[in-house]
């Protein structure tokens, strides 16, 4: 239980000019963001622009948020940053939450009247803190189920609550059911909810909910361009790839544009030596969580590995560091399990596989060191059981990498199979996962294709421009609302 004095910390934001989006975007898509971006300014004079979330490190919220809080900073925004203190109970039932709404049971354990008070009692504490913070007539936007029990004493002092689900299931079922239940009571005083997709909308934020599809930022450390050698130099730092001779530096360049060295290593789980800077590589980064299905990679990798002996290629399969994502309290056995099916395998295999817990202490270095691996690697996978929305697949299609990907969840609105990438159609039959793996591992063409596409549909669809427009838009619609109320 709280002791009573958890309370949410801020998040230094620097503004971010939007002009460096005008030698990507065209001449009329350009035009349009600063008009945009004229409008944001102008709605939001007088007022502060709150995100609040659960953890400033490790998954996709903390990736978004830096950034697309930057450019509303430097469009002239008042954009601010909080992440809320929990315990970790707090955390667990949370967890059980974000399970629940993607239509898992996940521990199983219980979403009843002690896990209410519990949770209620955190964000109680957090709220005196923020009710010092915000005033009437801020946006306060809500990220996820660890934060909509914050709505009520926001909205009792005139704030403009939003909240915001990055989760959800397409055939939504009992747990779905019992988890939207347990959040009715926060949800309620939120005067618009915001989805990814509309088959995650239920059915009592209907009349006020909004579809924006999250972004990447193409200019963030993890997405800026990498030469090659310096892609081979910083995994062959960290501990993924062996040496080269005469490899340069494994330098990359900080947001603020002042260069940096990668100087941590990863903590690696393997048999032997690293892989071979032309060693084919099959990757997946994700959170050590089970709906990331990495154990399922694995068997996958093992399947197709048994079944086409003469096909090189390797398997990293990246995590977060288990000890530095304070609102994932799954990661460690999620790990764990992985490890014991990478034990069961032949020795053979096991010479093959990587499991990579990567450092977090430098968000930058960690970033830089994800860039390095997506772009070395020759097939990017996303083999999730449900998915809100895959950021980890937005990046590689950025990059140009074919992506082999679940057809779950938001997923299904990034890859068009064939097009862009390849889907599989049950993310659970490892024998058809293999086989895309294989047909993009033996075709290499086809890869550069799909790659070519992927990054086109990216720029387009997938950007900190297009989702900075979205959010003019929902400034407009809860403007609109709070006339009408």
Known sequence: MSDGTLKPTEVHIQAESLTRFAPV?????WSALQAHGEQARARMAGRTFWNVNSTARGGGVAEMLPRLLAYARGAGVDARWLVLEGTPDFFHVTKRLHHALHGSRGDGSALGGSERAL???????????LLVLVRPGDVVLLHDPQTAGLAPALAAVGAL???????????PNAEVERAWEFLAPGLAAA??????????????????????QPSIDIFAVKNQPMAPEISRA???????????????????????????????????VGLG?????????????????????????????????????????????????????????EAATTLNGVIKVWREQTHALRQRVHLVCLPMADREENAAIVNALQRHATVVVQKSLQEGFGLT????????RPVVASAVGGIQDQVVSGVNGLLVSVPGDVAEFADAVRSLLEDPVLAERLGAQAHQDALAHFTGARHLTAFVHLLEALDARTVTR
Not at 25 to 29: D, I, K, M, P, S
Not at 161 to 171: A, I
Not at 191 to 212: E, G, K, N
């Open 25 to 29: 975007l065209g001449e009329a898509r």
């Open 119 to 129: 949770y209620d009692e955190v964000l109680r504490d957090n709220a005196e803190e």
């Open 161 to 171: 609550v939003v909240w915001r689900c990055h989760v959800g299931c397409d055939t």
């Open 191 to 212: 005067r618009l909810t915001v989805f990814s997709r509309a088959a995650y909308v239920p059915p009592q934020c209907a009349d006020r909910a909004i579809i924006i």
């Open 234 to 268: 910083i995994l062959a730092h960290t501990g993924l790839l062996l040496s080269e001779p005469d490899a340069p530096e494994p330098l990359f360049t900080r947001a603020d544009g002042v260069p940096a060295r990668v100087s941590r290593r990863a903590d690696i």
């Open 273 to 329: 030596a690293a892989s071979a800077p032309d060693t084919p590589l099959v990757v997946q980064v994700s959170r050590w969580d089970p709906l990331k299905d990495p154990a399922g990679v694995l068997r996958g990798f093992a399947r197709l590995a048994r079944d086409h002996p003469g096909l090189r290629a390797d398997l990293v399969l990246a995590g977060p560091s288990v000890a530095s994502v304070a609102d994932d309290p």
């Open 393 to 400: 697949v937005t990046e590689a299609m950025w990059k140009s």
